[in-house]
């Protein structure tokens, strides 16, 4: 396999992405991180800043960006797994308000650092535009941003926009309003995680590729090369997790899928619009999302393949072209100026991980000193970043606002054993799809689909 071909991101590098040296053998630590995506490395980066002195190593099984860090649809966002009023329920609504700003902070302070560290990632904070096509979208769109006001969010944070508001930054065909939020910004994702990887060098952090850690245990990482011991050790391997031993049930590794058309000709993006690389959705169930590159191509992806037997991640299941397809086909029904036969010119995808609460998490078990953050569905790129300065508030013993934050050292259930965790998962895909497919021909709110998002807390 070649690293390049894992995403049309991983493929478009200046830098080859030749691995760094593996693990030398035995050595002592103070912090021991799984994983160079997102999650490991704002981690390293943020202990590194905070205590130059700590002897901080990330074990990689592949590269920095192996996994859906170098793969994703670059939306650095301010969203989070679990809904704003879900929050609520649970923790009240001044803690779930602060979780939400929170994540509206994280989105400045991923551009506060791409810009101190000079990391070159096409950042631009264009905000995303969420558009409704029919009349059940509308009505979604309008619910959202009722939501957003009962839980104390205003207009500078969500606005409903009408057909023409809506049209002036994305013209798509039949739209008849949306929602836009300036909490956003596009990102190159691979170019971002590989310039974390050598900020964190640069900050005396190791980083060992080619390193897979075969067990986590208090006080040790055991990989093939040697045993790196360290008081803390952190798990920050995602939709990869349930590979580790006793964590099979952790996380249900979900596949989201991606397609990248050609470089489009400006008379294209004057019929495209998204003039200020805002990201793009739609208030359909089965989560559709773009953006315009810098280099002016389409990147595009949504959910929909199939959740594997026994949670297994294999590169293979990073290619469904029955869902390629269906990705091309929504890209045509949006803009038919891309004509009949999209050029698409790039295929991939790669595994997100779900709590079975659909919670993301981030905490630190003091008895243990193992400490872990995931579970970001399909929002990671922001919330890995707080999830990186909460673990480093978190390790340095710091009490602060990051960790009071609800989801600190929150435990989500553990997935149901097989076959019961396959049942479920492509059930509940199947459930949204046929929503959809319902909707688009009744003109109505599908009630299953409705019932079923409440069933995931959402
Ligand atoms: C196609 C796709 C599109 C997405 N789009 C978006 C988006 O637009 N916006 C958004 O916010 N989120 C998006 N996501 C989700 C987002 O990419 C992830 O939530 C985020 O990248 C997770 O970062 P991470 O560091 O926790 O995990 P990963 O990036 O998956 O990193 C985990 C790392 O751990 C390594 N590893 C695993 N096991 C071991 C081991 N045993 N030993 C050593 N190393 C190991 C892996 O090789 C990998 O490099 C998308 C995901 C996918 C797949």
Not at 214 to 243: I, M, S
Not at 288 to 311: C, E, K, M, N, V
Request: proline share 7%.
């Amino acid at each position: 396999m070649r690293y390049q071909d894992l995403s049309y991101w991983l493929s478009s590098l200046d830098a080859p992405l030749t691995p760094r040296p593996g693990l030398p053998g035995d050595t002592d630590a103070d912090v021991v991180i799984v994983g160079a995506g997102y999650t490991g490395l704002w981690t390293a980066y943020y202990l590194a800043a905070a205590d130059p002195s700590l002897r901080i190593v990330v074990l990689e099984k592949e590269i920095a960006g192996y996994g859906a860090s170098g793969r994703n649809g670059g939306w650095c966002s301010a969203l989070f797994p679990t809904s704003l009023p879900a929050l609520a329920r649970r923790h009240g609504r001044d803690r779930a308000l602060a979780m939400q700003r929170a994540m509206h902070e994280t989105v400045r302070e991923v551009g506060r650092v791409v810009e101190a560290e000079g990391i070159d990632c096409d950042w631009r904070a264009g905000g995303t535009v969420v558009l409704a096509r029919t009349d059940v979208q509308l009505g979604r769109a309008r619910a959202a941003v009722a939501e957003a006001r009962e839980h104390g969010l205003t207009d500078a944070d969500l606005v409903l926009l009408d057909a023409a508001e809506a049209a002036a930054r994305c013209p798509a065909e039949g739209v008849r309003g949306g929602t836009y939020t300036p909490h956003c910004a596009a990102v190159h994702p691979a170019k971002l995680v590989r310039g974390l990887a050598t900020a964190v060098e640069r900050r005396g952090v190791r980083v060992f590729e080619r390193t897979p850690v075969t067990a986590l245990r208090p006080g040790a990482a055991v990989t093939p090369a040697g045993v790196v011991r360290a008081p803390v050790v952190v798990r920050a391997t995602e939709g990869f997790t349930p590979a580790l031993p006793g964590q099979r049930r952790a996380v249900a590794p979900v596949y989201s899928l991606m397609v990248a058309t050609a470089p489009l000709p400006e008379s294209t993006w004057a019929e495209i619009g998204l003039a200020e690389r805002e990201t793009f959705s739609d208030y359909r169930h089965v989560i559709i999302y773009g953006q315009r590159t810098a280099d002016g191509r389409l990147a595009f992806g949504g959910r929909g393949a199939p959740y594997h037997y026994g949670s297994r991640v294999r590169p293979d299941f990073d290619r469904e072209p029955r869902v390629f397809a269906a990705l091309r086909r929504v890209l045509g029904e949006l803009f038919p100026v891309l004509g009949p036969e999209v050029p698409v010119t790039h295929t991939w995808g790669g595994p997100l991980g779900v709590a079975r609460d659909w919670a993301a998490s981030v905490g630190l078990d003091r008895s243990t000193g193992l400490a872990w953050a995931g579970g970001y569905v399909g929002d990671g790129v922001g919330t890995s970043n707080l999830a990186g300065r909460t673990l480093a508030d978190l390790i340095r013993g710091e009490q602060t606002d990051l960790t009071t934050l609800p989801w600190v050292n929150h435990r989500s259930p553990r997935w149901e054993p097989e076959p019961l965790r396959w049942l479920a998962v492509n059930a509940g895909l199947k459930v949204m799809f046929s929503a959809d497919e319902a909707e688009s021909r009744t003109g109505r709110p599908s009630r299953r689909a409705a019932a079923f998002s409440h069933l995931l807390g959402h």
